[in-house]
């Protein structure tokens, strides 16, 4: 999709790196606590109604659609902030999270997945 | 390649989703502060080597090798925590960072690249 269909700045857009695919990443952190709750995907469509609407939108890979987090759930995800990183290929959205981030119930989609590690800094240091 | 060629554990391996590449994105974050720090790519290897190493090692996209982040620049960083998200196609590290996270210097990769938001939680609530 080309980027001046979406209504999106040529100066933001621009600054973006994209997949094959025309999307790119989107990390969803928590406004006040900084949790990170979980990540998404957006093309350009998606983060110009996020820059927008005041709400997070990401693009669905596997439904080829855009979903507008709390339609269904009611889990709205109110927009903060939103930064690329260093060479634009990654979006960091802040946000007020109303509800819970997860599918599953729970808080952050983060939440009870922890994987062992065997080594700690405090082994090594 | 093949997981288990690597060494990762089984239950592990078998509770992540991987792209076409054999990749899967890690959000990496300061343990202390909670501020995102950086997008990586990992593959089974390079979580293998996270988990049983104490340093955090991402596999290059454009270079198609690994690299030991603090190898050249000092900046390691070193595990504390590691999570999948709810369906295991991403995962969370928590680290002590040194240094700077970002090449540019700037202790975060999404340091200085906010992108304006126009409509924000206060208008419309």
Redesign the interface.
């Given at each position: 999709m080309p980027a001046d269909s979406t209504g999106l700045?040529p100066e933001?857009s621009k600054?973006l790196t994209r997949d094959e695919r025309g999307l790119f990443?989107a990390?969803t952190?928590e406004f006040t606590?900084?949790?990170?709750l979980?990540?998404g995907w957006m093309d350009d469509e998606a983060l110009q109604r996020t820059?927008?609407?005041?709400r997070v939108t990401y693009y669905s890979r596997s439904r080829n659609s855009y979903w507008r987090k709390g339609d269904t759930s009611g889990h709205i995800q109110?927009?903060?902030?939103?930064?690329?990183?260093?060479?634009?290929d990654?979006?960091?959205v802040k946000v007020?999270q109303v509800g819970e981030a997860?599918?599953?119930g729970?808080h952050s989609?983060?939440d009870d997945?922890?994987?062992?590690?065997?080594?700690?800094?405090d082994?090594?240091?």
């Open positions: 700045d933001i600054r990443p990390i952190q606590s900084g949790d990170v979980m990540l820059l927008t609407t005041g109110w927009v903060r902030e939103v930064r690329f990183d260093c060479d634009g990654t979006v960091l007020d997860c599918h599953t729970k989609c983060f997945n922890a994987v062992p590690v065997v080594v700690t800094p082994d090594q240091r």
